[in-house]
Nanobody, 122 residues
């Protein structure tokens, strides 16, 4: 499974971005997909996840601002990010696991993308 993220960039505080994660090599139908992020000097943290059954989970820090969704036909998962703040600045990673449930520990996700940089600054 190869995961490729896109959509990162520089945005002003209060702005929005939509990240995309496109998979190749396998159908995503039975996979859970998630997003993690890592800010400079900090550990990677869970941001959001979506199960194979389309149940969604969002970290408290992004709840109400970020929304994860998936389009299995396009093998793509999205992370819509609104009301961005400088604290959201990080490299965002797309992750996948072949069992359909969402979990938060980093070590339980099998596949990782290369990451896309999101910078929130005026």
């Amino acid at each position: 499974v190869q995961l490729v993220e896109s959509g990162g960039g520089l945005v002003q505080p209060g702005g929005s971005l939509r990240l995309s994660c496109t998979a190749s090599g396998v159908s995503l139908d039975n996979y859970a997909i998630g997003w993690f992020r890592q800010a400079p000097g900090k550990e990677r943290e869970f941001v959001a996840g979506i199960s194979s059954g389309y149940s969604t989970y969002h970290a408290d820090s992004v709840k109400g601002r970020f929304t994860i969704s998936r389009d299995n036909a396009k093998k793509t998962v999205y992370l819509q990010m609104n009301s961005l703040s400088p604290e959201d600045t990080a490299v965002y990673y797309c992750v996948a696991k072949p069992t359909g449930d969402v979990v938060t520990p980093v070590r339980l996700w099998d596949y990782w993308g290369q990451g896309t940089q999101v910078t929130v600054s005026s």
